[in-house]
């Protein structure tokens, strides 16, 4: 009987082990999640308008300041920000053309990478409709993002420099985009948070 009981220790010990990991999902299955979690396609397509409110804070600066974006169906888009010592700054998109108005600068028109950065966030389904205007969307791991475990994926879009928006991993909601901002005033890295979702009708 022990006989037995060694020689039976012994086959396990030779048959080795076998540990199935889960992989990743692609960058494409978490963005597709995405527009799956906030409504499916189907709702996006329905969307004529929509209005997002907030507040913009330079870092280090205490500077802050409630930011308004007015977006239209059809690629067009208001901004308005209103920046303590430096007035209210507005800007805007239609038929292709990127602008801006303020107390410093006066009205401008955008060109290059601050015009296509630009129209690529104007209108109301950006993030449902990334192929749209990035070549190459990259999953580059995981990150916690305020106390919520994420996704990392890193987007390249036909002009301009990339950015990496950060995929709860449960809920599959967007939490947060980095990117780089470009301005007359040089290249400006930003954090955009993004929370109270609800459903509506």
């Not at 205490?62 to 308004?68: E, L, N």
């Not at 067009?76 to 998109?93: M, R």
């Not at 995929?167 to 470009?182: F, I, P, S």
Request: positive net charge.
């Amino acid at each position: 009987m022990r006989k037995a009981v060694l020689v039976l220790a012994a086959v396990l010990c030779a048959c080795p082990l076998r540990v199935t990991q889960k992989r990743p999902p692609t960058a494409e299955r978490i963005l597709d999640r995405y527009v799956e979690v906030t409504g499916g396609k189907a709702a996006y397509a329905k969307i004529r308008t929509e209005v997002n409110t907030g507040a913009i804070e330079y870092v280090g600066k205490g500077v802050k300041g409630p930011v308004a974006a007015y977006l239209a169906g059809d690629d067009s888009s208001y901004l308005v920000l209103e920046i303590p010592g430096a007035g209210k700054i507005e800007q805007g998109t239609t038929h292709g053309v990127a602008w801006e108005r303020s107390a410093l600068m006066g009205p401008r028109l955008k060109s290059g990478e601050e015009k296509a950065q630009a129209l690529r966030e104007a209108g109301v389904t950006p993030r449902a409709d990334w192929k749209k205007h990035f070549v190459k969307a990259e999953l580059a791991g995981e990150e916690t993002v305020e106390g919520q475990a994420c996704w990392r994926v890193v987007l390249t879009p036909r002009e301009g420099k990339p950015e990496t928006r950060f995929y709860d991993k449960e809920t599959g909601r967007l939490v947060r985009v980095d990117q780089t901002v470009t301005s007359p005033m040089g290249e400006i890295q930003a954090q955009t948070y993004v929370e109270d979702y609800r459903a509506v009708s």
